[in-house]
């Protein structure tokens, strides 16, 4: 019987973004497969994490796309971004947790692309006065990522509804914490 790898990927993803710690054994028993059978094609649990980053890589930049970065104002991009990106911000913020990833010389390049990209977005909303120019693009991203993570982390554990997401995230990134008063 052939194992369908993107099965076997997809679930491993939907399981280690519930429990990161989780061990190869929960991951074949999730996937329903031997281990022996998940040994076969992820030698450990590294090349799991591996094969997760190519994954998670591949859905931020159809999230990107499909956010049409370039289009209107950059707040409303944001949105979109936010939007698109949601589907796949557990397997992102359990990626975020993965230090190897994000360390040395091979660190995939697919992030930085993804960087850029945001960056880009970010710094056209300062140039067109939409965003706040004391805030770098580099640290609006990090600032993206952060609120990503946390947000699939609330939603999972939930203390925060799933429809709430991209409300919740594109709120707090664009208008802050403060309380502006009504005119």
Known sequence: MAVDRERVLR????LLTRKSTATMDEVAKAAGIS????HRHFAGRDALVRALETLGIDEC?????????DEGPASDAVHRLVAAIEPAAGLLAFLY????LFEGEEQNAGWARIDDRIADLFRRGQQTG???IDLTPAWLTE????LLAS???AVTEGRVARNDFTHMIVGLLLGGALRREEP
């Open 35 to 38: 281990r022996a059978t998940l």
């Open 143 to 146: 600032a993206l990522y952060g």
């Open 11 to 14: 679930t491993a993803a939907a």
């Open 151 to 153: 947000g699939a982390w």
């Open 61 to 69: 930049e159809a999230a990107l796309d499909a956010a049409r970065l």
């Open 130 to 132: 939409e965003f706040r």
């Open 97 to 100: 947790t993965e230090n190897q």
